[in-house]
């Protein structure tokens, strides 16, 4: 207590010891026994704490508040028993107390007799006689309640018993000599300063001189060796809990017995349970070991996700358990975050149970909803699993809270950075996912802001139009690669990926010792190409290898600069429907969770109206339908024809 400055905070000592002492009425002798020690030493502490319990006695005796007069005077008791404040002030106080006697007064000195009775007799013994003399003519002749009078006749049996049972101070508290104690004379009807002003700050403007005078004197007080002696002590008491713990050995069961066991009790509670009401009893009842208090929303979560069917049974457990306390809340905020980041690991039907749980946890409140934070709704960060936990979850969500509250929840400007995840605006690509994710399990209506942002995003820069001179370049140095290409891949017995290049038809022609297939040049299929074109090489490529049809994408040279011919071609879509070369060109389509399939490339460019507007004329390819396919059969000689291959058409032509 010493190390703190009692003179500038003695407003606020005496205010904090007050309040401990009303609120805990046993402990008063020992609160008094502390006010003493710090009064030997800083007397002026002691003096306003005296008079601020006068002062509290006085206001309350006028308010007759029994209680806080009561607890006043008892504090006053122990302070005369401590010689704190001189005995004349208890006697005003006994004086005043049965001068006009009251049920509720007399409760009061009674109190106040016994325990500061035998230190009154032994000080002052004229007048502990005066005192008694009043009480004994009130006991005759007052009006007073017959509890009142008994409670006199206790008091005169505890005199006469030499206050046995109320001694002046215990012998564990007589801590002061006698020549150390200083005691104050205040009187009653006196007037007196409490100085309210020291339980505010206020600025000292010579606060290091005063710091300086206090340290000294706490150093007079507690002596220069004090410091060192408690360093020695606290180096002591951390020495002997070091060899404590090394003593100590822990043993760990690696056969986790007791997290089964725990989960084992967790799952049968809540099975044997009638109601949601009862299962959360007992769930409390439960003794959780320091570290497993996630144990119980899990398996909570485990419970539900193990039933044939959702049931509010459940639902009800998780929102009571999660509104219990906030430790519980996020124990079940983290539960959400754990079970999304595993959910591949479920079955679809513990999948539609789990999201629907959540679902009630959230319409609810009971738990956040900065939980959806950890979803990233995009093509790379979600799984067929993922997918189907959120169109479920918002599906319970929007089932219990209804679409419009959903959609003000999800504009809410607070919560906004919790839902970029769900609701990205990082690039063009998540944003149409997350589009066609939410138009597809019927809830459209939240992205109607997505739409609107990915209609008004700025288009990319187009790139600078290439030279002339490295146009011709470029093409001279693509024939010879194809050239090459093409004689490599025709003298391979293995067949190759199927590969085609500019200006090229192929007809097939029955195998012999099983060689290669033959291909025939056709040089009809790009007329003209205006010099003026932008990026014109490649683009004749490009659309050349897509007039082939979607599956024989062969030039690696012309994909390198797919994105570039994207952009500059009038009514090309994205690129985003472009094949890469690493792609089957079977599979066609997405999984079913909202993304639209990619349709063939040679429909989704629009080849017609594209051509014209980048100075390039309708490509014509030979009609090979008249050249029929021919299969050897191994019985005879003799050739079948099949039938022709099906053919991309572009403005009726083959």
């Known amino acids: 207590m010493f190390n703190e400055n009692l003179i500038r905070g003695r407003g606020l000592f005496a205010r904090a010891i007050m309040r401990a002492q009303a609120s805990s009425l046993p402990f008063t002798p020992v609160l008094a026994a502390m006010a003493a020690i710090i009064n030997s030493k800083l007397p002026q502490v002691g003096e306003l704490l005296v008079k ?20 006043s005077t008892l504090f006053l008791a122990h302070l005369a028993n401590q010689q704190v404040v001189h005995e004349m002030l208890v006697a005003q106080i006994l004086l005043l107390l049965l001068q006009k006697p009251t049920d509720d007064s007399v409760e009061i000195a009674v109190g106040l007799l016994k325990n500061v009775g035998a230190h009154l007799e032994e000080m002052n013994g004229a007048i502990a006689r005066a005192v008694y003399d009043e009480l004994r003519r009130i006991l005759h002749e007052a009006d007073i309640d017959k509890r009142t009078q008994y409670m006199i006749e206790v008091l005169f049996q505890v005199r ?22 200083i005691t104050h004379r205040i009187e009653l009807d006196g007037v007196i300063d409490v100085e309210d002003g020291l339980n505010i700050f206020k600025f000292d403007a010579k606060w290091e001189e005063n710091e300086a005078a206090y340290k000294h004197l706490k150093a007079e007080i507690l002596g220069e060796g004090s410091d060192e002696e408690e360093d020695e002590d606290e180096s002591s008491d951390e020495e002997d809990e070091e060899d404590e713990e090394t003593k100590a050995i822990e043993i760990k069961d690696q056969s986790n017995t007791d997290l089964v066991n725990l989960r084992k009790t967790i799952y049968l509670t809540i099975m044997s349970s009638v109601s949601e009401q009862e299962a959360v009893h007992k769930l409390l009842k439960i003794n959780l070991p320091a570290g497993m208090e996630h144990e119980l929303p899990s398996m909570v979560v485990e419970c539900c996700a193990q039933e044939r069917t959702y049931t509010n049974f459940f639902g009800g457990i998780g929102e009571t358990l999660a509104k219990i306390n906030r430790t519980m809340t996020d124990l079940f905020e983290q539960a959400f975050q754990d079970k999304y980041e595993t959910i591949h690991r479920y079955d679809t039907n513990q999948l539609r149970n789990i999201a629907r749980f959540f679902g009630h946890l959230l319409r609810s409140d009971s738990i956040g909803w900065h939980v ?23 599906q319970q969500v929007a089932e219990e809270l209804s679409m419009p509250k959903l959609q003000a929840r999800m504009r809410d400007e607070t919560m906004r950075q919790s839902f970029e995840g769900l609701f990205p605006h990082d690039n063009a690509r998540n944003i149409r996912f997350s589009i066609n994710y939410f138009t597809s399990i019927g809830m459209g209506a939240l992205t109607e802001e997505m739409r609107e942002y990915l209609a008004n995003m700025p288009k ?13 370049d470029s093409v001279s140095s693509y024939s010879s690669y194809t050239g090459s290409s093409y004689s490599s891949r025709s003298r391979s017995r293995t067949p190759p990926r199927r590969a085609l290049e500019r ?10 010792n099983g060689g290669a297939r033959s291909y ?22 490009v659309f050349l290898a897509l007039v082939q049809g979607p599956d024989l994408i062969v030039h690696r040279e012309a994909l390198l600069h797919v994105e570039i011919c994207a952009l500059q071609a009038p009514y090309v879509e994205a690129e985003a429907v472009l094949p890469t070369p690493d792609m089957n060109p079977a599979v066609r389509h997405r999984e079913l969770d909202g993304i639209l399939a990619l349709q063939e490339t040679g429909r989704a460019l629009h080849l017609p109206e594209a051509l014209p ?42």
């Open 460 to 472: 990319p820069a187009l790139p600078a139009p290439v030279a002339k001179d490295s146009d011709t």
């Open 503 to 512: 200006g090229r038809s192929y007809s097939r022609s029955p195998r012999r």
């Open 520 to 541: 025939s040049r056709s040089k009809t299929l790009i007329h003209e190409v205006h010099p003026g074109a932008p990026g014109h090489n490649h683009l004749a490529a």
């Open 372 to 394: 959806l934070s950890v979803i990233h709704l995009n093509e790379d960060e979600t799984t067929s699993a993922s997918r189907i936990f959120i169109k479920i979850l918002f």
């Open 613 to 654: 507007k980048l100075g390039l004329r309708t490509p014509v390819r030979h009609d090979r339908s008249a050249t029929p396919r021919r299969t050897r059969h191994k019985r005879d000689s003799s050739y079948s024809v099949s039938p022709p291959r099906k053919r991309t058409k572009f403005n009726g032509r083959d």
């Open 52 to 71: 601020r319990l006068v002062m509290q006695f006085r206001k309350s005796f006028r308010r007759n508040d029994r209680a806080v007069a009561g607890s």
């Open 160 to 181: 006469k018993d030499g206050y046995a049972e109320y001694p002046a101070i215990r012998e564990e508290l007589d801590l002061i000599e006698e020549e150390d104690q």
